[in-house]
């Protein structure tokens, strides 16, 4: 006797979503609405930030008449490029261009070289008076540079580089703040990996230079970042260390604009050319390595 085996068929059962009830879109639209609150906050802050500089490359391209009546106009009504000729042809803005771009070029490679070298030897390095030493680099971190100026004047002319390229750069190669960024990163770096290049034979600049040093990539383009931006806009440093008009920075030379050493009048347009012009090699500077100083995972060492 055969029997016969009757397969049931599968029951579907369809689920219907919930009906979304008054409360649940009045809450999403508050949503929305605050996020377009905020989108327009964000819109209206960029602006107030961005404006300044429009009207810095709007008013340099206007004649001096029109950046004096309009002062704050976007738009010129007569484009003109006539305060750059006058920078350029007709002033020594190519020579304080020079004198900039040397002594911001030598300070960056300078401080990016020294500060590594002091901020490794403060991690990993065992030697008498290593505590001292790290508590003097904060406490001239905590020292305003405004009170170093004049004894930084009697050094520089006493070791006898006043008015000197030696004396421009020199006192600039170090900088505190970069040594305690690089110390910091550095005890971050496993030092299983010092030990497996010192096993290898490896000396210990041999391993600074070719194991340490590239994996603190990113502390070294935020100290080239900051030396940069920092020698190119020093000013009161060069104030106290030069006086020859041979040797005279951008923003010394953009700052003499101001009492009228071009031409007569307001100078709007030529001032703020000069300003815009010092403004463009720190922006590349920035744009160029923003996405390497955000990546801070990069170089890390999983143990």
Same mark, same amino acid.
């Given at each position: 006797m /055969?029997?016969?085996?009757? =397969? &049931?068929?599968?029951?579907?059962?369809?689920?219907?979503?919930? #009906?979304? @009830?008054?409360?649940? +879109?009045?809450?999403?639209?508050?949503?929305?609405?605050?996020?377009?609150?905020?989108?327009?906050?964000?819109?209206?802050?960029a602006?107030?930030?961005?404006?300044?500089?429009?009207?810095?490359?709007? /008013?340099?391209f206007?004649? =001096? &008449?029109?950046?004096?009546?309009?002062?704050?106009?976007?738009? #010129?009504? @007569?484009?003109?490029? +006539?305060?750059?000729?006058?920078?350029?042809?007709?002033?020594?803005?190519?020579?304080?261009?020079?004198?900039?771009?040397?002594?911001?070029?030598?300070?960056?490679?300078?401080?990016?070289?020294?500060?590594?070298?002091?901020?490794?030897?403060?991690?990993?390095?065992?030697?008498?008076?290593?505590?001292?030493?790290y508590?003097?680099?904060? +406490?001239?971190?905590?020292?305003?540079?405004?009170?170093?100026?004049?004894?930084?004047?009697?050094?520089?002319?006493?070791?006898?580089?006043?008015?000197?390229?030696?004396?421009?750069?020199?006192?600039?190669?170090?900088?505190?703040?970069?040594v305690?960024?690089?110390?910091?990163?550095?005890?971050?770096i496993?030092?299983?990996?010092?030990?497996?290049?010192?096993?290898?034979?490896?000396?210990?600049?041999?391993?600074?230079?070719s194991?340490?040093?590239?994996?603190?990539?990113p502390?070294?383009?935020?100290?080239?970042?900051?030396s940069?931006?920092?020698s190119?806009?020093?000013?009161?440093?060069?104030?106290?260390?030069t006086?020859?008009?041979?040797?005279?920075?951008?923003?010394?030379?953009?700052a003499?604009?101001?009492s009228?050493?071009?031409?007569?009048?307001?100078?709007?347009?030529?001032?703020?050319?000069?300003?815009?012009?010092?403004?463009v090699?720190?922006?590349?500077?920035?744009?160029?390595?923003?996405?390497?100083?955000?990546n801070?995972?990069?170089?890390?060492?999983?143990?």
């Amino acid at each position: 006797m /055969t029997g016969t085996t009757i =397969d &049931a068929a599968p029951t579907v059962v369809s689920q219907t979503p919930a #009906p979304r @009830t008054p409360s649940d +879109a009045r809450r999403k639209t508050a949503r929305i609405g605050w996020q377009i609150a905020l989108y327009v906050l964000l819109v209206a802050i960029a602006l107030f930030y961005i404006y300044p500089f429009l009207v810095q490359i709007g /008013t340099s391209f206007k004649t =001096d &008449a029109e950046a004096a009546s309009n002062p704050v106009g976007l738009v #010129p009504q @007569t484009w003109t490029t +006539a305060a750059y000729e006058r920078l350029f042809l007709r002033s020594d803005f190519p020579v304080w261009f020079r004198n900039s771009s040397i002594v911001t070029i030598s300070v960056t490679l300078g401080r990016v070289f020294f500060v590594s070298l002091a901020g490794y030897a403060l991690a990993r390095l065992n030697f008498r008076g290593r505590g001292v030493v790290y508590a003097g680099v904060i +406490a001239v971190m905590a020292v305003p540079s405004v009170v170093l100026l004049i004894p930084r004047f009697l050094v520089i002319n006493q070791l006898g580089i006043y008015d000197s390229y030696a004396g421009m750069i020199l006192p600039l190669l170090v900088d505190a703040a970069g040594v305690f960024i690089m110390k910091n990163f550095f005890e971050s770096i496993p030092v299983s990996v010092e030990e497996q290049a010192r096993i290898d034979g490896a000396g210990t600049f041999r391993i600074f230079w070719s194991v340490v040093l590239p994996m603190a990539r990113p502390a070294l383009i935020t100290i080239i970042i900051l030396s940069f931006q920092g020698s190119w806009n020093e000013l009161s440093h060069f104030i106290v260390s030069t006086q020859s008009p041979e040797l005279t920075t951008l923003t010394k030379g953009v700052a003499s604009l101001a009492s009228g050493q071009l031409s007569q009048g307001s100078q709007y347009p030529i001032k703020l050319a000069a300003a815009l012009i010092m403004t463009v090699p720190v922006a590349v500077m920035f744009f160029i390595f923003q996405r390497r100083i955000m990546n801070a995972s990069e170089g890390a060492v999983k143990e």
